[in-house]
């Protein structure tokens, strides 16, 4: 063998590549009975940033013009978010994409005059959570990360 340093240092790699393995979903606990089920996204009001440019001779000013706007999804394709009963979280639909990385949730119930809903999400071996106030109302559920933006779910199952 003409460089034992070298294949020393390749099996080296290699042992380190193989005892890696992705991070384990935490265990939020069972779900809560109000949200667990498929929720379909019906609505959503979210800020809607739109920027133009004005040349007036030489100066250029830049003017943002951002509004909120109500967007409102049709049954098909279905834009779905799924809590299970253990505590994970699915979604589903181009819409969805926010709710991609998310696996685990829990409602937190620790303010006493209102809900939030906890995110996890688990990057570099590290999970943190976001959270989104949490309201309901008969067969729908809101979640408001802002106090002018909603999205609207309604229960499919």
């Not at 979903?25 to 089920?37: C, E, K």
């Not at 279905?78 to 709710?99: H, I, K, N, R, V």
């Amino acid at each position: 063998m003409k460089h034992p340093s070298t294949f020393l240092i390749f099996l080296l790699s290699l042992s380190g590549l193989l005892s890696c393995n992705s991070p384990e979903a935490i265990s939020t606990g069972p779900a809560d009975g109000r949200v667990a089920g498929t929720w379909r996204l019906v609505e959503r009001r979210f800020l809607k940033d739109s920027l133009y440019t004005v040349k007036i001779d030489t100066i250029v000013q830049t003017r943002d013009t951002s509004y909120l706007t109500v967007k409102r999804y049709a049954a098909t394709p279905a834009q779905t978010l799924t809590f299970a009963s253990d505590g994970t979280l699915s979604a589903s639909g181009s819409e969805m994409s926010y709710y991609f990385p998310m696996h685990s949730f829990r409602v937190d119930t620790s303010y006493p005059d209102s809900l939030f809903m906890n995110f996890y999400i688990t990057s570099n071996r590290a999970t943190t959570f976001s959270r989104q106030q949490l309201q309901f109302r008969n067969d729908t559920m809101l979640f408001v990360p802002s106090s002018d933006a909603y999205s609207k779910f309604l229960k499919v199952r």
